[in-house]
C-alpha cells in the first residue's frame, strides 16, 4: 500500500506570509495527488488536483507541484480564512491521505 | 450545482449496524463514482471504499471488507453505506464524496456523524 507522509504536522504562521506544506509518497504516484482544506466541523474542500491544477473557485494563491514521489502545497500570501488543516491524497492506487498539517495562526 | 445531502446523526450500541445515506442532485448520478471516508474525533481522513453507480460494482479498502456494504438506487440518486458489527472505534463523521474522473474528491456530502456507546 501506499503511504503519504506530510510535513510539517503543525505550522503556525501570520497573514501575508508564504506558506509551503509537502507530501511525500512511498513509492512513484505519477502526478496523481491531490490537496484538501478542511476547517473545524465541516467537509474537506478540494483545492489542487492532478499536483498542479487549481479547482475551480479556488483562489489562485493556491499552487501545487510535483511527481514521482515529492509534492508541495504553497500559498503565496496568508489570508485570514485559509487557517486550516490541508490534507494530501493519491489517486494513483486505491486512495490514501496524508495525516494532514495543521496551520495555524502566529 | 452539485450538492450531496447526507442522513442525519446516529447512536448506536456496540454489534449494531448503521445506515447512511447520500443524496445527490445537480449532476447525472449513474455517471461518478461515490466515494465514502471517515474521520474519527480529531484524526485525519480514511477512504473507505467507492461505488460505481452505473453497474453498483463496490470496492473496499482491505479494512473494511466483510463488513461495509456500498448501495446505490438509481432511481432517487442515493447512495447508501452500511457498516455492520459497530464498535467504539467506529464513532467517526462519515463523508459521501462525488468521485472526479481521475479518482479526485471533488464534492463532499455534509457528513454524518456516527456515535457509538453501550
Known amino acids: 500500500d501506499i503511504q503519504l507522509t506530510q510535513s510539517p504536522s503543525s505550522l503556525s504562521a501570520s497573514v501575508g506570509d508564504r506558506v509551503t506544506i509537502t507530501c511525500r509518497a512511498s513509492?512513484?504516484?505519477?502526478?496523481?495527488l491531490n490537496w484538501y482544506q478542511q476547517k473545524p466541523g465541516e467537509a474537506p474542500k478540494l483545492l489542487i488536483y492532478a499536483a498542479s491544477s487549481l479547482q475551480r473557485g479556488v483562489p489562485s494563491r493556491f499552487s501545487g507541484s510535483g511527481s514521482g514521489t515529492d509534492f508541495t502545497l504553497t500559498i503565496s500570501s496568508l489570508q485570514p480564512e485559509d487557517f486550516a488543516t490541508y490534507y494530501c491524497q493519491q489517486s494513483y492506487s486505491a486512495p490514501c491521505f496524508g495525516q494532514g498539517t495543521k496551520l495555524e495562526i502566529k | 450545482q452539485v450538492q450531496l445531502v447526507q442522513s442525519g446523526t446516529e447512536v448506536k450500541k456496540p454489534g449494531a449496524s448503521v445506515k447512511v445515506s447520500c443524496k445527490a442532485s445537480g449532476y447525472t448520478f449513474s455517471n461518478y463514482v461515490i466515494s465514502w471516508v471517515r474521520q474519527a474525533p480529531g484524526q485525519g481522513l480514511e477512504w473507505m471504499g467507492w461505488i460505481n453507480p452505473y453497474n453498483e460494482k463496490a470496492t473496499y479498502a482491505q479494512k473494511f471488507q466483510g463488513r461495509v456494504t456500498m448501495t446505490t438506487d438509481t432511481s432517487t440518486s442515493t447512495a447508501y453505506m452500511e457498516v455492520r458489527s459497530l464498535g467504539t472505534d467506529d464513532t467517526a463523521v462519515y463523508y459521501c464524496?462525488?468521485?472526479?474522473?481521475?479518482?479526485?474528491?471533488?464534492?463532499w456530502g455534509q457528513g454524518t456523524l456516527v456515535t457509538v456507546s453501550s
Open positions: 513509492q512513484s504516484i505519477s502526478s496523481y
Open positions: 464524496a462525488k468521485n472526479a474522473v481521475a479518482a479526485h474528491f471533488e464534492n
